[in-house]
């Protein structure tokens, strides 16, 4: 694909740009996104149309009977017509061909026309007031989400024209964009929407039109958020909760805060945004407040699978080093937001620490959010799920462990399809001394000046090879590959041979004067590690994660041996763990087995506690018993098969 999500303008502020041209043509990112294009997508019209979303639309356009009212719990449920629509722009934008592109093409006609019909003659679209009896436009700013969702058809307006070229969506987000920006603003109404969303795609939109006051709305929506136009929820009497302004992040400006709060989704899509504006301007506290604060993520809010979000309470950030594997609530939209932030941040930056955390986030937090055979997803994405049958049950709806065909809040797949459909947009970028492989996929990219070819049987096998196939004539260029930060070792070669150049801040440069062909090989190990918490993290003290390359692995109960529950083994500290490929299971999958120990309950009648002030030996009120084997699949797998118990973090 030759375009995607971000698309800086000539003259913004950023270390690197997007590559020009990027696909993947093969191995593990290539098998998820064919499913998604095969499968998620093509479902993705009827979902809607049975959720109510598409029936919305057409009474607003006058096209269906409007009495029964708006269909669905949700007053933002346009803005799953709008995600669907970008992502099936950005699959259109990949190619490919056959009756399959044209069936699909012919579906993004067909609800682009829907959306443009459903649009009031002022250029205001929401269904959801548009339908309502005692419709009160602009007026519940905490609860309406009417930003948010012309956030998103700014978006896939976007997409649509950088896939197609057609303007007819882009000049219903033009109309919309308008009518935002003579209501909203200085002097006008001064209060932000509750679900940040619009200041990204504001910019976005501004890069396509180059209308500049596109930008400045954005900029202005970043810089008042933390201002009290929110304060803690709507006033007595008004709809809606009070959760307090932490929860819209409204309690502090953003280049002022010291730590992402409140609501995951809204503070990572509010940073994403900010990070578009100061890309673009050039805002220098601006961009330092986004490195402080995804930091503070980073290094006190994140799960090891790269989701955040610890609280299911209002679905939001907890305290530092509040990261319960069993309460996780780790949204998928939240690890989606997490990696469009972080891969701006990378963008604008330079830093290869950002993508570090993109390929964690998209091997593990965000993977795990659609099934194998991508008609199943998750909303939460916990580290642990109990023996308790009924535990389970308990939390069935858009909040279960259970993989859903789609959900009554349905945010998170289409979310999922949007970037999958335009991964490809996240691999690589260029400067003017040449390319940057951020993430490692079998494909062709174009960045730089240059243009290379990778193959790789990642994250399977450590062995990337990549083929420099054009560099400018006659000068040196720079060939960047990422070091994942997990990797204590690695060895590179360029034509067999091995080079001198030294990995610095994560990032191996080899510049030289290349000839067409020269094949670069990075060989990085892919032994089975433990990996410890850190010690303040209370809920996983005593424990460790069996991890591969960038694949968090877990125990799930299919793979253990009969009798055995989870909640009885501790793994051996300094045994030895052994991989190994099974192309059979889970779609293919390399497992991990270890020794471990089967620890059960030893206690005198009917009381848990005991006394452990007592020296030496005390084991806690366990017996072991003889060793076993347990197996690990990768994190992303689980849940693919029958219902039943899950672990990250095990005891050692």
Not at 497 to 511: D, K, M, N, T
């Amino acid at each position: 694909m030759s375009a995607g999500p971000i698309r800086l303008s000539p003259g913004a502020h950023t270390a690197l740009r997007p590559a020009t041209a990027a696909r993947i043509t093969g191995g593990f990112w290539a098998a998820r996104r064919r499913v998604n294009a095969e499968v998620s997508l093509p479902q993705g019209p009827d979902r809607l149309e049975r959720a109510g979303n598409l029936a919305n639309l057409r009474a607003a356009a006058g096209a269906a009977p409007a009495q029964s009212g708006f269909r669905g719990d949700f007053p933002f449920q346009d803005s799953d017509v709008h995600k669907w629509l970008e992502a099936a722009s950005w699959q259109l934008a990949d190619g490919g061909g056959g009756p399959a592109e044209e069936e699909l093409s012919r579906q993004v006609e067909r609800l682009a026309g829907m959306v443009a019909a459903a649009q009031a003659e002022d250029g205001y679209l929401q269904t959801y007031y548009q339908l309502g009896p005692d419709a009160r436009r602009w007026a519940e700013p905490h609860w309406g989400h009417e930003l948010y969702c012309a956030g998103h058809l700014l978006q896939a307006a976007v997409a649509h024209r950088r896939a197609t070229g057609g303007d007819g969506l882009l000049d219903v987000a033009v109309r919309c964009a308008g009518l935002i920006g003579t209501r909203f603003g200085p002097g006008k109404d001064e209060t932000v929407c509750g679900h940040p969303e619009i200041e990204t795609a504001l910019v976005e939109l501004y890069r396509e039109t180059g209308d500049r006051r596109h930008l400045d709305l954005a900029a202005y929506f970043v810089e008042r958020r933390g201002q009290g136009s929110l304060g803690d929820g709507p006033v007595d009497g008004a709809a809606g909760p009070r959760p307090g302004a932490p929860y819209w992040q409204d309690h502090v400006r953003v280049r002022d805060a010291t730590a992402v709060a409140g609501h995951a989704v809204r503070q990572l899509y509010l940073l994403a945004g900010a990070a578009d504006v100061a890309a673009e301007t050039g805002d220098a506290g601006l961009r330092d407040a986004l490195v402080r604060l995804w930091e503070d993520m980073a290094a006190t809010k994140t799960y090891l699978t790269g989701g955040v979000g610890s609280r299911h309470d209002l679905e939001s950030f907890g305290d530092a080093y509040e990261l319960p594997p069993d309460r996780a609530y780790a949204e998928t939209c939240a690890a989606v937001a997490a990696i469009h932030f972080g891969w701006r941040m990378a963008l604008l930056t330079g830093d290869a620490r950002y993508s570090d955390l993109v390929e964690r986030t998209l091997f593990n937090g965000f993977a795990s959010g659609m099934s194998l055979d991508g008609e199943r997803w998750l909303y939460v994405n916990p580290l642990q799920v109990r023996q308790d049958e009924e535990g389970r049950k308990a939390t069935a709806g858009d909040r279960s462990p259970h993989r859903t065909p789609w959900f009554r809040c349905a945010c998170c797949p289409p979310n999922v399809m949007r970037l999958l459909a335009s991964l490809p947009h996240y691999m690589a970028s260029g400067d003017a001394e040449g390319l940057q492989l951020h993430q490692y996929a079998s494909g062709s990219y174009e960045a730089g000046g240059g243009a290379v070819r990778v193959g790789t049987g990642y994250p399977w096998e450590g062995r990337i090879a990549v083929v420099v196939d054009q560099v400018p004539k006659d000068t040196d260029w720079t060939l960047s590959l990422r070091i994942p930060h997990w990797a204590q070792t690695y060895e590179v070669t360029v034509g067999g041979e091995p080079v001198a150049e030294q990995a610095e801040h994560g990032w191996l440069r080899l510049r030289r004067r290349w000839r067409p062909g020269e094949t670069v090989v990075l060989s990085l190990p892919l032994d089975a590690r433990l990996t410890r918490p850190d010690p303040r993290v209370d809920a996983v003290r005593g424990c460790a994660a069996i991890e591969r390359g960038p694949l968090v692995y877990c125990l799930e109960q299919p793979d253990q041996p009969a009798g055995l529950r989870l909640d009885e083994i501790a793994l051996v500290a300094g045994a030895a763990l052994h991989h190994e490929h099974r192309p059979e299971l889970l779609g293919g999958v390399t497992v991990i087995t270890s020794p471990a120990v089967r620890r059960t309950a030893s206690r005198d009648g009917w009381w848990p506690y005991r006394n452990g002030g007592g020296s030496g030996g005390d084991t806690g009120g366990t017996k072991t018993s003889a060793p076993v084997r347990v197996t690990a699949i990768p994190y992303y797998a689980w849940a693919n098969r029958e219902p039943g118990a899950m672990r990250v973090w095990i005891p050692v």
